[in-house]
């Protein structure tokens, strides 16, 4: 009744497929709509010319220079199999404690989600497809980037860092290294993945789009499904424009805190 696609490329050839089959369908409605926003990086300028290109280049120089000269100012990347797991434990701490204060992450809060990813990364660090990327200072992992890495391109899919380093901005100085290594081993695009969050375009020179391809039967129930599906969708983005980012951040704590309790709940049932 509802055919819902979400997070298509822009390029992907399964939009010319779709239109052919659903487009002119009478039994059914199709739309295809902008979806997600994908900032990205093009390094074939290098990493000089990449960093002249960003938005704070002698904030960061500056900002590194302090944290370097830390005791034990170390950075590492990780993509041994016998070594990314502890890697992805300590990512996944520093996920925790960034997120604490706002109830938890949607991205890494589900313990089914976690226990894809413990499988997941050996996996690919077998195939060498996998990276994670850590700041360390005074003995400790104080930020750490996860991301995903095939021929010239490179993802980065999830990071974590200590709050208690936020005011030394271990993230910011984190990320621009990320980019700069990148660069030295030859990768060509750095991607960002979905979110317009600001300190994407600290760095990001431009975005890609992904697309929404939605098919609903005419019947009523159909057409109410996706009416509601849609209804989330705005009262979510209305909420954002509306209300303080405090009062979002506290109905974001109780809604994942909820979801934290039934889930042990059910799992000790």
């Known amino acids: 009744d509802l055919l819902a696609l979400d997070g298509l490329p822009a390029d992907s050839p399964l939009l010319a497929l779709l239109a052919w089959q659903l487009g002119s369908d009478g039994r059914r409605g199709y739309t295809l709509s ?21 938005r704070r280049p002698h904030q960061f120089g500056r900002l590194l220079r302090a944290v370097s000269g830390l005791d034990g100012f170390e950075t590492r990347a990780v993509s041994e199999p016998a070594l990314v797991g502890a890697a992805l434990e300590r990512l996944l701490a520093l996920h925790d404690q960034r997120w604490a204060e706002q109830g938890g992450s949607d991205a890494m809060t589900l313990p089914s989600v976690r226990d894809f990813h413990r499988r997941l990364v050996p996996a690919l660090a077998q195939r060498g497809m996998v990276r ?15 991301g995903f890495e095939r021929g010239d391109h ?4 999830q990071t974590g860092y200590d709050p208690g380093w936020a005011k030394k901005s271990v993230a910011f100085i984190r990320m621009g290294l990320s980019i700069k290594e990148a660069s030295e081993r030859g990768v060509r695009w750095y991607d960002l993945l979905r979110g317009t969050e600001t300190y994407k375009f600290d760095w990001a020179g431009g975005a890609r789009v992904t697309l929404s391809a939605q098919a609903v039967a005419r019947r009523p129930a159909a057409r109410l499904l996706a009416s509601a599906r849609q209804l989330r969708a705005a009262t979510e983005s209305a909420a954002e424009a509306v209300f303080p980012a405090r009062s979002l951040d ?3 704590h109780w809604r994942r805190s909820r979801q934290r309790r039934e889930l042990a709940e059910v799992s000790q049932g």
């Open 34 to 54: 902008t979806h997600q926003i994908c900032p990205f990086l093009d390094l074939s300028a290098g990493w000089e010319g990449t960093l002249a290109k960003s």
């Open 132 to 146: 994670f990327e850590e700041l360390w200072v005074e003995g400790a992992c104080r930020a750490s980037y996860y």
């Open 250 to 252: 506290a109905l974001r």
């Open 154 to 157: 490179y993802w980065l899919y």
